[in-house]
């Protein structure tokens, strides 16, 4: 049958330029067919924030702009070899060969801060449940202490990624400080710099520009770059180095992804502590709906695939917080209130009052005796949401939102560009300049 048909499809063209034109006609015709298709099936409101989806490439090219070519700055041996260590399989498979099928992968990111990173490694080693799941340390760049407290790690699976472009691997480059680059308030003129100002007047500094710059590549790289997560389409957890982790912290949060479709569909993501970071909630016998937190929060790829399809309007807001960055402009983009479901007592704590690139010595350490102020109490050891509390929305809060023009730190074409690169890199060509 089939041969008979190639036979009259020939015998009724066999004109060279008429079959090549219509052969033309019905690639171009199936080309949009299945681009019509695509856009349908993943438009903004064609499933809910507590649905997975697969991750495919079709979806993704549809989302870029095919005028951008990513541009990452030249390597140096370091970023080089912090990028070959980024492929090392995750350690710890003899003592852990297996993940539960059921687990919650969970992401911590860090900067420089070893002794605040010591209490959360310490506190990680007594989670119930931590030992069936893989833990992701991400790192801002490459200290010698940091890396050492995570290579101790014995409890779990662990794999180590660094940031191969962070501003503190390139010293004398960007995205680290440029010998022509202006600095402060200078005038590109007078000082013969060069550099764009963010909307208060300043330069850029690359200690500040840091955080956004790593957050957003470990974002992109977790959900898109790394073989152990790139085919997930799970939670995940992220966690920094100043979040005291409660014992009951991973069984809460299986709970509360299970819930969530149920209790809460309108629900992004699921929180372990309040977006209130003084508070230690409520204690009420009812799950919280509120807007979503910076401590201990998971989502999936659903709700990844939407953040990413604002990579401009991330990467072009004049603020140099990836939090404030979402609050006042990538969720107020998504049309409807961005929820998270929580318990109504906090899993994760924040502790210390130093700030990113403060207390990084024993002697300035500035913990505020950390995890003296945290009483465990029985209740932090055991799960304690009721599966039939029912849901306490929180409609109007303080903080953040849209309408907020940023803090500034975030004005340099050069880091918006490198932003914008990392949500290109894991889909495209890489190009190097």
Not at 43 to 62: M, R, T, V
Not at 280 to 296: V, Y
Request: with cysteine.
């Amino acid at each position: 049958m089939a041969f008979t048909r190639r036979n009259r499809f020939k015998d009724g063209f066999s004109n060279g330029p008429k079959r090549a034109l219509l052969l033309a006609l019905i690639s171009v015709s199936a080309v949009l067919a299945l681009t019509l298709i695509l856009k349908q099936r993943i438009k903004l409101g064609s499933a809910p924030p507590s649905s997975s989806i697969k991750s495919g490439e079709d979806y993704i090219l549809l989302q870029l702009d095919p005028s951008f070519k990513p541009a990452l700055p030249k390597q140096n041996d370091l970023s080089l070899s912090l990028e070959e260590r980024n492929r090392l399989p995750p350690r710890n498979t003899d003592l852990f060969p297996s993940l539960a099928k059921d687990h919650i992968k969970i992401v911590l990111y860090v900067h420089n801060r070893p002794k605040y990173l010591d209490i959360v490694v310490r506190t990680l080693s007594k989670v119930d449940g931590i030992s069936e799941t893989l833990l992701i340390v991400s790192h801002d760049g490459y200290f010698r202490e940091m890396d050492n407290i995570i290579q101790g790690i014995r409890f779990c699976q662990v794999k180590q990624i660094f940031a191969p472009y962070s501003p503190h691997l390139f010293p004398d480059s960007f995205p680290g400080m440029s010998p022509g680059d202006c600095r402060d308030k200078d005038n590109p003129v007078e000082k013969n710099c060069q550099g764009n100002t963010d909307q208060y007047g300043n330069h850029r500094s690359p200690k500040i520009v840091s955080l956004k710059h790593h957050w957003w590549w470990m974002m992109n790289t977790v959900w898109d770059g790394l073989p152990e997560t790139r085919n997930f389409n799970g939670h995940i957890l992220f966690i920094e180095e100043d979040h005291f982790i409660l014992p009951n912290a991973y069984r809460n949060l299986q709970l509360l992804v299970e819930l969530k479709p149920r209790k809460c569909p309108e629900c992004y993501a699921v929180n372990l502590a309040p977006s209130d970071v003084k508070s230690r909630g409520e204690g009420w016998a009812s799950l919280i709906a509120e807007k979503m937190g910076n401590i201990g929060y998971a989502f999936n790829r659903t709700v990844w695939r939407k953040i990413h399809m604002k990579a401009k309007e991330f990467c072009n807001f004049d603020e140099y917080n990836w939090d404030i960055t979402m609050w006042s402009t990538v969720y107020p983009s998504f049309g409807k209130p961005v929820y998270s479901l929580r318990g109504s007592r906090a899993s994760a704590v924040h502790f210390g009052k130093c700030g990113l690139h403060q207390g990084q010595g024993a002697a300035s350490a500035c913990i505020d005796d950390g995890e003296l102020k945290f009483a465990v109490e029985e209740t932090d050891r055991v799960c304690n949401i009721n599966a039939d509390w029912s849901v306490h929305f929180f409609s109007k809060q303080s903080g953040y939102k849209a309408g907020f023009k940023g803090w500034g730190g975030w004005g340099d074409e050069r880091d918006r560009r490198l932003c914008l690169s990392f949500a290109y890199i894991y889909h495209l060509h890489r190009s190097n300049q």
